[in-house]
């Protein structure tokens, strides 16, 4: 499943613009019908990302309720990103990258070691952002609330036979992705700092996140 | 592998919950007895259950999109839950989720308790939420879950669709702890299941004593990640 489609909105109406730099997280509160749009500035980017519910973030995004309510494991422009009770935190309603992922999951520290070397325990992680994000955020959210997350930009394969890989990434600078709010919804992001493998084709770059209040008033 | 009486035997009854803590050495045999069954199950690190079963760590370590022998649940710390030792049924899906209320009542219509007692139909989150809250755990804690016994095929365009037929009656499943993993199961329906009727089916268990995983453990042999696995979950122990 892709769906290149483009969106009409102008940067220059935005009401809100951030770059990310590569390894830092963001975290920031989307309200009901804003549209939200993250740029891969670089190239091949993954940008790991998870939503909840504003006003109850137990509600929060599922993977697998979202893959399997549209039947179709990746996430294109028309999926519905999915809440753990069923809510529609947002809709992708543009992208042109085609193609996003919610197998992958985030790195760790803990991950990397198996993956890849236990001596690679000290290279920067998104599961370390995500945790620094909420402990700074200060509503009480702990490591049980990070769970499987969106991997923006990333291209995961699922072969028939039931296998899976990290293949290098079919985005390319300039592609986004955006979304709009079905409702209030917390947003965090990790800017992938992985190394490891071509999840950000060896090179991890700025994205650039775009808020607009809601065009459809 | 060593071969070990049964601690002891229970059935799962259709739609229902079971819970335990499954001993570091012992191995949970799941025995599809009718065919077409689903095991829902959700797993934590009893000692500390805020580490938990990671579907993509589990998926990512070892390139894979099913479960089998050779293949082990990860947790969130680089750490191995559990292991596939045995298994005759050859496909175990890790994508899909489980049933919700909605969802049951949309495809089967309602089943209340007043009219059919202990046949009212049940949906698997809830069900994980309650054997949850009997633990002290909440919400926050239910994360991605495994559908044993069930296949679901994803075409290269990645589309999903469920694999009729792929447990055959009398087929099963050994997963051995190699932590104290605290395992949540119930056998409601696949939330894929194209069954028109509710028709969960049971699930017969057994707990023996296989002892930890040995230097040729064929599941810690089977890639270079799962040795680093298996040497971070011993590290544990010390």
Known sequence: MSAIVESKLNPADAVYREVIPAGEPWIREIRKGQHFRIVDLGGNQAVDTLFYNAHDYSDRFSAQDTIREQRNIYLTTGTRLLSTAGTVLLTIVADTCGRHDTLGGACANESNMVRYAIEKRHMHACRSSFLKAVIDWDHGMSKRDITSNINFFMNVPVTPEGKLTFEDGISESGKYVEMRAETDVLALISNCPQLNNPCNGYDPTPVEILIWDSPEK | ?238
């Not at chain 2, 969960?200 to 696995?229: F, Q, Y």
């Open chain 2, 1 to 238: 592998m060593i071969e070990s009486s049964i601690l002891w035997e229970e059935t799962v009854q259709p739609g229902a919950t079971w819970s335990h803590v499954l001993k570091r050495g012992t191995a949970l045999r799941m025995t599809d007895v009718a065919g077409g069954a689903n095991a829902g199950a959700i797993f934590y690190n009893f000692e500390c259950p805020t580490e938990r079963f990671n579907m993509p760590d589990t998926l990512k370590a070892q390139h894979i999109a099913r479960l089998t022998e050779g293949f082990v649940l990860y947790s969130d710390m680089g750490r191995v839950l559990c292991s596939i030792i045995e298994d005759t049924v050859g496909w175990h899906d890790p994508l899909a989720g489980c049933s919700n209320r909605a969802m049951i009542a949309d495809r089967y219509g309602d089943a209340r308790y007043q009219e059919c007692r202990n046949d009212y139909y049940k949906n698997a989150r809830d069900s994980f939420l309650v054997e949850l809250g009997k633990w002290g755990l909440g919400p926050r804690d239910l994360v991605a879950n495994v559908n044993f016994f069930s296949r679901v095929d994803v075409a290269a365009d990645g589309a999903m669709s469920f694999h009729a037929g792929n447990s055959q009656p009398g087929s099963y499943i050994d997963l051995r702890a190699d932590m104290n993993v605290l395992t949540i199961v119930n056998t409601c329906p696949h939330p894929l299941d194209p069954n028109p009727k509710y028709d969960p089916k049971p699930v017969h268990l057994s707990i023996r004593r296989v002892g930890t995983a040995g230097p040729d453990d064929p599941c810690r042999l089977s890639r270079p990640e799962n040795e680093r696995g298996f040497t971070l979950t011993e590290r544990y122990f010390l």
